[in-house]
Nanobody
Framework: QVQLVESGGGLVQPGGSLRLSCVASGSISGVYSMGWYRQAPGKQREPVAIITNDDSTNCADSVKGRFTISRDNAKNTVYLQMNSLKPEDSAVYYC????????????????WGQGTQVTVSS
């Protein structure tokens, strides 16, 4: 089993910054990716940023240039640095750990954190 615990959410004014952290514990080994998703009220959960074992990253177009994902493998921790925050970034942010399964079609085993609220408002 894998446990994910997020922290760092809160209330921030437009243009401000926050850094989210997610600590993973449990049976973690092999190839996996970690990432951040978000879900705003009335909307589907959407991917924000992902990072692989070899530190390859990708971000959603809506946050490119503003958000940066990074990880500390020694601490099993992934971070999301969020700058120039906008009201539309307000959502519950969820940490995700994904173990890929070599199958056709490709599948994965996903673990989720409990979520942390980010509110961008003046």
């Amino acid at each position: 089993q894998v446990q994910l615990v997020e922290s760092g959410g809160g209330l921030v004014q437009p243009g401000g910054s926050l850094r989210l952290s997610c600590v993973a514990s449990g049976s973690i080994s092999g190839v996996y990716s970690m990432g951040w998703y978000r879900q705003a009220p009335g909307k589907q959960r959407e991917p924000v940023a992902i990072i692989t074992n070899d530190d390859s990253t990708n971000c959603a177009d809506s946050v490119k240039g503003r958000f940066t994902i990074s990880r500390d493998n020694a601490k099993n921790t992934v971070y999301l640095q969020m700058n120039s925050l906008k009201p539309e970034d307000s959502a519950v942010y969820y940490c995700n750990l994904k173990f890929p399964i070599l199958s056709i079609p490709p599948r994965s085993i996903d673990y989720w954190g409990q979520g942390t609220q980010v509110t961008v408002s003046s």
